[in-house]
């Protein structure tokens, strides 16, 4: 199996599986200078930038509730997502990006349902 196809079957199982907790939005827990946060066009997005080729952030959590919604945008860039808390990812809502962003990256020691 191809890295590419090994990559997508572990984003598209991650976004499939049901879970019975989900916080509404990721908690931050450190970032690099030049990337932003902000609430999308309601309070249940958000939106994260950066126009650095690769970003590391941290988070406290990173599960994204039923009907919310997480962007990522940047020109050419990364983004590696570590979290440092004690509980598993759950992604119930829309983890999604603009076509120039070249990758989205999620670790969890805990797990990612």
């Known amino acids: 199996m191809h890295k590419h196809n090994s990559l997508f079957t572990l984003f598209a199982a991650m976004i499939s599986c049901n879970s019975l907790y989900a916080a509404d939005l990721p908690v931050i827990y450190s970032k690099p200078d030049g990337v932003t946060i ?4 309601s309070s249940k997005n958000m939106l994260i930038h950066s126009d650095n080729p690769k970003n590391v952030l941290q988070w406290q959590s990173f599960d994204i509730g039923k009907d919310n919604v997480v962007e990522f945008l940047g020109k050419n860039s990364s983004f590696l997502n570590i979290v440092r808390g004690n509980k598993p990812t759950n992604i119930q ?13 999620i670790v969890n020691p805990n797990g990612i349902n």
């Open 38 to 41: 902000s609430e999308g066009s």
């Open 93 to 105: 809502g829309i983890l999604s990006s603009e076509w120039e962003v070249k990758g989205i990256y």
